[in-house]
């Protein structure tokens, strides 16, 4: 992709978006230049095998994009992006996310996710606050206070019961998964450094997102997949495990808010007020295919739902409260589940070419021949 740069006015953002070729990376990439054309967007990314630099072809041409291609744990270049693109707003992405792979190979997982996230606070406090690095920043760089945005997840707080209260920003921590352990684990590691070296961070903990660009291992877009491919549709368990549903755009915009308005040092629970078990969300997802694209021999795509084993430790619900971030930012999901998932279905059928590069690994092809290296 192509490196471009070019002078920005004092009132404008440098961003660092970690992980900006994942799935909500890609997104809140396209959404802030869509809102914030003069802003400066720089994308760090390793570009393991979630990574795919096609989500972000609608910024490729955008001359205030950036897009590098590098670790988090390499503290070495991340301090010079903060310096050389002058950053003053670090929005933190970057993690190994699905709970299958993390139980089979959690090495992973607590490499990027909490040594990663390491390396980024310690660059941070390296250039933004410690004496002799401040000097380094230009003049004509943005005067607004630094930030440290860090996203995470409702997993941290482990499972709740059938008539338990939704999850809040006091809810204790109470990880499940190697994922959510090493999502919690960086959690604490942000937290520190503002008590310790009052480094301006804020957290938001996000309910289950959905949308455009989400890497088909996920359940909603491979069951799209899989339907349009007339496979089953495997549903862990009894179905019943329930879920929170943030549509990815929603997420943005509460992002956006914590950026602009949020405390420093807060935590922000964004939700999608959204409940539904994952046979609920099967069959509204069938039931919206059965009219966007109609099988010829099926009477439903219900009809392909399978129950599979249940995966060990399977949270039975999560279920966000996100009065806080209502209250003080103002935040409210635009998306209704039933909205969202049309709005995600139509663009799963629009963009074929983009998931099947996906299923087929050619996608991968592209980034080898680009970078030089295999990728798993």
Known sequence: MTTHHSPLTSNTSHLLVTGGAGFIGANFVNYWLNNYPDDRVVVLDALTYAGNLASLEPAKNNPNFHFVHGDICNQELAE?????ESIDTIVHFAAESHVDRSIHGPDTFIQTNIVGTHSLLKAAKSVWLDSHSSLLRPQSSVLKPYRFHHVSTDEVYGSLGPEDPPFTEHTPYAPNSPYSA???????????YHHTHDLNITTSNCSNNYGPYQFPEKLIPLFIINILEGKPLPVYGDGLNIRDWLYVED?????????????????????GNCEKTNLEMVETLCKNMDERKPSSSLTSYSSLLTFVKDRPGHDRRYAIDSSKIKKELGFEPYE?????IRKTIDWYLQNESWWRAVMDGSYREWLDRQYGQKHN
């Open 80 to 84: 010079r992006l903060l310096r050389d």
């Open 182 to 192: 090493s999502k919690a684990a960086s959690d604490h590691l942000v937290r520190a």
């Open 251 to 271: 997420h943005c915009k509460g992002i956006d808010l914590i950026l602009q308005k949020g405390r420093p040092g807060e935590v922000y629970n964004i939700g």
């Open 336 to 340: 209704s589940f039933e909205t969202g």
